[in-house]
């Protein structure tokens, strides 16, 4: 089945995949309320069922997934399921996110079934902004988590930084510096407002622009990296050579770009961040639909794709968090940690 592009010439290559919606941690820019609707557990896919998934999306051109959630180290035995995708040949790139908590017990499983890179959610390095950031005293065994990561082997690891404004701002040296003594890349990520960060105001994003002006005030001038890559994060140098990276999703996106799709613990499947509808693939799994039929109807779904989520946002007189707290609980399906990020 020859690869498809969608209606902007954009090829899937990228397959995120939640493996939970649940999570350990309740980061302000992603769970700040109280209560949540959960997916039901009967609708969550089995890691058989999720496999025939990946199967059907290299069918359908995806060469490249990243396993997330929610907190997927929360998700019962996940080396199992690392390891069931590290072993199929279309799949050239197998990556995990993950806030780090649980990473310090699970880090040599991870390694050992064939994960090939880690990104490490980390916002900041001081604990008392981390407990009021995450709603929970973890910060030293996230660190610990990161430190058995690079000892089984996960170099480079990468560090992704969520800034918010009179938050963590003041971090960025720290974090440049705290990835610099592990062999890391950071990535500072503009605070996003997607499903979910009910909080979200356009006062407390930092933006590149502001990011690489602090920088470049501490170290001197930045160098962009010049690369020919479909991947969200813009890369500099530092005068000494340390790379790290910026995301910028609110102020400059990059749908031009974007071959990334998504699929929920439940088996929607998304075709942007900001979708408000995805379609559901669960059903027909369950149905028995064979690998190439699963290939097929992903295939003719992409070539309908013409999502350009954040760039849209742009063209907005005033901005709001993307959806109302209402909507959110009758749908779970809207929320960041449903999707995955
Ligand atoms: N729980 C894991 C973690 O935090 O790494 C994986 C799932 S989390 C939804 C994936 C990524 O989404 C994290 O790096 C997180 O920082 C990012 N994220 C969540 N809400 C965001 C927001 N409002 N703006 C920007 N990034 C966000
Ligand atoms: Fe934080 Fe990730 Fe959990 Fe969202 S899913 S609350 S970003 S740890
Ligand atoms: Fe891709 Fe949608 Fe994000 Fe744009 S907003 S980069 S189309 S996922």
Redesign the pocket.
């Known amino acids: 089945m020859p690869s498809t592009s969608d209606l902007l010439g954009r090829p899937l290559r990228n397959l995120r995949i939640s493996v939970t919606d649940r999570?350990n941690l309740r980061?302000a820019?992603?769970m700040p309320e109280q209560n949540y609707v959960w997916l039901p557990r009967a609708d969550t896919l089995r890691f058989e069922e999720l496999a025939v998934l990946v199967d059907a999306f290299a069918l359908a051109g995806a060469d490249r997934v990243r396993i997330?959630?929610?907190?997927?180290l929360l998700r019962h035995d996940l080396a199992r399921f690392v390891r069931m995708v590290a072993d199929k040949p279309a799949i050239r790139d197998l990556a995990l996110?993950?806030?780090g908590l649980l990473l310090a017990e699970h880090a040599r499983e991870l390694a050992a079934a064939g994960l090939h890179r880690l990104t490490v959610?980390l916002d900041t390095l001081r604990p008392e902004t981390f407990r009021a950031l995450a709603q929970r005293d973890e910060l030293t065994s996230v660190l610990r988590g990161v430190e058995r990561a690079v000892e089984a082997g996960f170099r480079p690891i990468k560090i992704?930084t969520?800034v918010m404004a009179r938050v963590n701002d003041g971090e960025l040296v720290d974090l440049v510096e705290y990835a610099r003594g592990l062999g890391a890349e950071v990535r500072f990520?503009e605070?996003?407002d997607?499903g979910?960060?009910t909080r979200?105001s356009m006062e407390q994003v930092v933006s590149r622009a502001q990011m690489l002006d602090r920088l470049a005030s501490h170290y001197g001038p930045l160098e962009p990296i010049v690369e020919d890559s479909s991947a969200p994060a813009e890369r500099f140098r530092l005068p000494d050579g340390l790379a790290f990276g910026i995301i910028s999703?609110t102020t400059a996106p990059f749908c031009r770009s974007c071959d990334r799709s998504r699929l929920t613990a439940d088996g929607m499947w998304l075709t942007c961040l900001y979708a408000r509808a995805g379609l559901d693939l669960r059903a027909r799994v369950r149905a028995g639909a064979s690998v190439t039929e699963l290939a097929a109807t992903i295939s003719r779904g992409w070539a309908l794709r013409s999502d350009r989520g954040a760039e849209a946002r742009l063209g907005l007189a005033a901005r709001e968090p993307l959806v109302p707290r209402p909507e959110l609980r009758v749908n779970p399906h809207l929320e960041?940690?449903t999707r995955?990020?």
């Open positions: 999570c980061c820019y992603c997330t959630g929610g907190e997927p996110t993950t806030n959610s992704d969520v990520i605070y996003m997607v979910g960060a979200w999703s960041m940690h995955g990020g």
